[in-house]
């Protein structure tokens, strides 16, 4: 059995006092993709009083400005209270953005797994317009490569961009609300037929809507590609090791001792800390909320069986609290 982390009811003095500089989760930790979390604007606050570094790695497709945009926009966190953000959706732009042009001088052809609605407008644009000479085609047998940016439909033009789901010719059904892989598996399997590689611009797999509900993210695309038909993936974001490292550098903290990432996923937030040797704090209301939480607090016993059972050492968290508030 890994050792107990310490199970607090938020972020006690020592944990603030302990550490320099911490890594934040964006969704399930200060926000639900509507609002903020409850706690989460004035721990804010009470960090950056503290003269604490903070820095957002999120499994975002969205950029590193734009994430910073919203944060500071439409979920009103205090202007400038972050250091640097880095995105997986960012760090997928700079590869594509820096990778060498095809011999033939013609545009790379991108399958683009993208999302709909008015909101997706802006967001994929920009995707898009940062991934350097491209094409987009919704056609699997053109396709150079595939790109999971979202979960709601295959992109068929920069027209497109906008339109629901239920406007597209190539929708992914009920992907994203039921993970249910009837629409997608045709596209994967005319891909995998061709050896294409595929990358992930998100590889989350799953969040809790403001809703209260499960949407399936662009990372379940992947896990299908490889575990079904036996295809390439390159992942960018968490729990990857060089992106936590990048924040590290971008906020000049030296000791791994000082650092401490702020998470709710055991898979991508703790797995990723432990992996870069740095402490975390686990926040239980987020997606484990149904295994570890009772009556609204972290439960010793829940969070002991959900670590042993998701992966023992590996996900094991230094400390847990409930939401990311100040106790």
Known sequence: MPPTPTITSGLTPSIVSRYSAFILDQYGVLHDGAKPLPGAVDAIKHLKAANKKLAILSNTS?????????????????????????????ECSKYFSSRPAKQDGTPTKVMLFTWSGEEATIKTTQFIDSLGNIEITSDPDAADVAISHGSD???????????????SKFDLGKLRTECTYECLDPYLKALSDRKVPMFSANPDLKVVTPSNEISYMPGV??????SEFNGEVTYFGKPHREHFLACKTALSIDSDDLICHVG??????I?????????????GSGIHRDECMKDGEVDEAMVMAMIEKEGGDSVNPTHCVPLFKIA
């Open 62 to 90: 969205a950029s590193s400005d734009s994430c910073l945009d919203r944060l500071y926009g439409k979920l009103g966190f205090p202007q400038a209270s972050f250091d640097v953000a880095i995105t997986s959706g960012g």
């Open 153 to 167: 439909v295959v992109l068929e033009s920069i027209e497109k961009l906008g339109k629901s789901t239920a406007d």
């Open 221 to 226: 695309i992947c896990k299908r590609y490889e």
């Open 264 to 269: 709710d996923s055991l898979h991508h937030d």
């Open 271 to 283: 797995l990723g800390a432990n992996a870069a040797g740095i402490s975390s704090v686990f926040v």
